[in-house]
Structure formats: C-alpha cells, structure tokens
C-alpha cells in the first residue's frame, strides 16, 4: 500500500470549486484552489473551514486563471499559506486580474449587503478583501510549459498548453513515485486564436482526474443563431446583451462578431465592453498575438499582424462606473458584452435589471450557466429573476449559444484521453452529477477504464 494520496476537495457532484490535494507523506501539494460558485448551498462551502491547514501545503499548482479554480488562494494566504503557487506565466497575469476583480466584487457586495441590510453577519464580511489578494499574488511562481519543475521535496509538475485559455495548462505530475495527469480545463481544438491542447503523455498514469463539464453531451456545430438572434433584436430596435466570462470567452464573442461585421452578416453597430476584468484581460490576448506567442496559433498572428482583431472599428472600452451607467441612456441598437458570465455579479447584472423587462431586447447566453446561477435561471426559462433583492419580470428574448463552449464535449474528451495508456484509475470531476455518471460510464465502456466519481471530500490511496 503506497503512502500517496489524492484528496477531493471541490469539483464532486459540481463544475466549481476545483481542489485536489495530493499527500506523499513527506509532502502536500493542491491543484487547483477555486471558489464554489452557483447556488447558495454551493458558494456556503467557500466559509467552511479548509479540511487541511493551510500553513502545512507546501505549494499550489494551478491549470488555469478561472475563478474556479483560482479564486480561493486569498483564502489559502490568509489562512497562513506560505508556499509558492507554481503556474505559467498568462495563468499568473491573467489570475492576477481576477483575483482582484473577485475581492473588489466581494468587498462590494458586503458593502452592498450592509447598505441594504439583509445579512445575517452585522457587519456583513468579504471572503476576501483587495489586500489580501495582492498578497497571495506575491508567492505566484511563473513557469514555462514542457519543463520539469519541482515544488515539494518529492513533487515535480509539467506544464502542457491545454487549449482553453490564454496561459491554461494540463499538469503532469510526479509524487513520490506515482504519476498524476490532471485536464485541468481541456479546450477545444477549434478555439479562434489558441492553439489546441497539446497531445495526453504516453502513460500509464497511476491516477488521471479528468474535467467532464460537457461530459453528457456533443457540442453541436456552430449554426446561425446567434447572428440571427442579434439581428432579430436590431430589427425591433432593442439591445443584446451578452453576459460573458470575462477572460476567453469576451475575445471569442469579439472576434466572431468582427468576422460577422466584415462579412456582412451583422450590421455595424456599436459593441460596449462592460467589464474591467474583462478588458484588463483583453490587452493580455493582443500582448499574446502582437509577441507572436507559441500559444496563440501562427495563421491567427499572421493574419492580425499589426491590426486588432477584437475591434471591427466599433468597439468601444467602457472603463470607469459612469461610462458603465451611460449604457442606461442608450435607445438604438447596441451590443453590451458585460460580466459576469453566469450572471451572478458584476455590471451585467445591472444591464439585466435594465435590459429583463423589455421584449424588444434579448440576453444570449454564451457560456456554461451552473445551476443556481441567474444565467441558468434565464436559460432555463424563468419568468422573473431576483436582482438585488427585487424580483425583475423576464420579457427579452433569451438565446442560447451554446457552439462558443471553450470545453471539450465528452467525445473531444475521450478522443483525447484514449492516447494515453489505460490509467491504474481515471476520477472523473468538474461535472455536475449527471455529467460525470455518463462521462464516467462512457470511459468504462468504451475504454474498460476504471473510471470514479468521487464523493465530496473522499480520500483515495493511489497504487
Ligand atoms: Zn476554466
């Protein structure tokens, strides 16, 4: 029986809150350290006290700069985290801009709470604040992909592009004489600028702990709703409003409605940026394709050398709060690409209270919407939405546009997996339950893989 073990921390029976901790008996590394977003059930696991002491994990791995999966290192540091945070060098940039986004929203939403008065907590609290953010970003430790790199006395970690977001990686890892492969998020091998996820190592693993969002499902080839629906709205003379994940998802949506302008299929009409995250990040997706950077592929840069290709020359960057609160005054056509993606905070949810209650208007909806969340809530058809304590009736058009998926589907999935040599075990995460039973299911039956979901917390000892 071997002394390594892998402990589920987040991510069961859930897509947010990813964190595995692996545990050699000299040492204790966490992949991943993301908040839990979604229903209050689920984000209530982000004050329950963190299993392990923080001040005992000796380093962070970290795939990628969503919050899910970076969003509770503040945490971790105030705890008395002390390690180093081991990601590439965009994962670092990119987490650096959403980890203050993430305690700026938290310390406005406890404000907020406060001014409104109904919290249980008098004062109601942040997680986290600003300065503890720009604390943890001081131990993050930039590396680069395909090198070795040890964290622990016994740990060592490869980095892989994984084709999901600018800096996003798939981690090899090595413990104590157990190998590991987490997915991390695995992107598609479609995505408009990034190149596609390097190829799964040979194998075998001693254990693989695979992302299965899409896991029950086969994303379908893009169709023309989402041009059809933006001019659908222009017709009745109403505005789009697209809620976007701030970093990837706000680059796809404005390259593909640059390519729509140029080609004729939309007409010209004004796009807002509404996020501050979501331009901060923006200049790290030109910085990427300007430097010719090996994650950005070479036709993308080619063809946009020296131009912008975000910008179809109606972009316009809205920054400051009052440029956010002109949106109000606008009566013609426009498109707003605000945050947050689920539409769980951030200035989109004030276009929404603005935006709901008009049929002329319509909301697409990009992105992942996990349960709980007021995207989800639209998606699924609901007939008024709570914003800030007040019930908003529904009247726009809402769309779905599921084709922009930067995760894989589970056939994209498997392909990729099944280049590796069959796995001691492969645990299947990052899904909600259903997601990851099918996922699960396919990879034993179509692979005799000896595929687990885990359960909340569970401890497995990896032979
Ligand atoms: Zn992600």
């Known amino acids: 029986m071997s002394d390594v073990t892998l402990q589920f921390l987040g991510a069961t029976h859930t897509v947010t809150g990813s964190r595995f901790l692996i545990s050699t008996g000299t040492s204790k590394v966490l992949i991943d350290a993301g908040l839990f977003q979604g229903t209050n059930e689920i984000r209530a696991l982000n004050w329950e006290p963190f299993p392990t002491k923080a001040s005992t994990i000796d ?64 004062p109601a609290l942040p997680l986290y604040t600003i300065e503890d953010a720009q604390k943890a970003i001081k131990q993050f430790e930039p590396i680069d992909f395909r090198v070795n790199q040890n964290v622990a006395t016994d740990v060592a970690v490869t980095f892989h592009p994984s084709g999901h977001i600018l800096g996003a990686s798939f981690a090899e890892i090595a413990a104590a004489g157990k190998t590991f492969l987490f997915t991390g998020d695995l992107g598609r091998p479609l995505h408009p600028a990034l190149v596609p996820p390097d190829p799964i190592p040979a194998g075998p693993f001693s254990a693989i702990v695979t992302e299965s969002t899409y896991g029950d499902r086969i994303h379908e080839t893009p169709t023309s709703e989402f041009a059809d629906a933006i001019n659908a709205t222009i017709k009745r003379g109403g505005i789009i409003l697209i809620p976007a994940f701030a970093v990837d998802r706000t680059e796809v949506i404005l390259m593909k409605l640059r390519e729509l302008i140029e080609n004729n299929t939309i007409p010209q009409i004004p796009v807002y940026v509404d996020s501050p995250m979501a331009l901060a990040s923006l200049k790290f997706y030109r910085d990427a394709i300007d430097t010719r950077s090996p994650e950005i592929r070479p036709d993308v840069a080619d063809q946009w050398a020296g131009q912008d290709p975000f910008d179809a020359g109606n972009l316009h960057e809205m920054r400051t709060v009052e440029e956010s609160k002109s949106l109000n005054d606008i009566h013609s056509p426009a498109i707003i690409v605000s945050a947050s993606g689920m539409a769980s905070g951030g200035r989109v949810v004030h276009h929404l209270a603005q935006l709901l209650p008009f049929d002329k208007n319509t909301v697409i909806l990009v992105g992942y919407q996990a349960i709980g969340t007021r995207g989800r809530s639209l998606g699924d058809g609901a007939e008024h939405v709570t914003i800030h304590g007040e019930s908003v009736p529904v009247r726009a058009q809402i ?47 179509e692979l005799q893989w000896n595929a687990i979901v885990p359960e909340p917390n569970q401890t497995v000892a990896i032979n």
């Not at 899910?68 to 290192?73: A, E, F, P, R, T």
């Open 59 to 122: 380093a962070i791995i970290l795939t990628h700069a969503h919050l899910d999966h970076c969003g509770y290192i503040p945490l971790l540091v105030k705890q008395g985290f002390t390690g180093k945070i081991y990601c590439t060098t965009f994962t670092r940039d990119l987490a650096e801009v959403v980890l203050l986004d993430s305690a700026h929203i938290q310390e406005e939403d406890a404000k907020y709470t406060d001014r409104k008065g109904y919290s249980s907590h008098k």
């Open 399 to 445: 769309v779905k546009a599921e084709a922009f998926s930067v995760h894989a589907d589970g056939q994209e999935l498997e392909d990729w997996l099944k280049k590796t040599e069959k796995p001691h075990a492969v645990y299947v995460v990052h899904g909600e339950p259903e997601s990851a039973d099918i996922f699960a299911k396919r990879l034993h039956n």
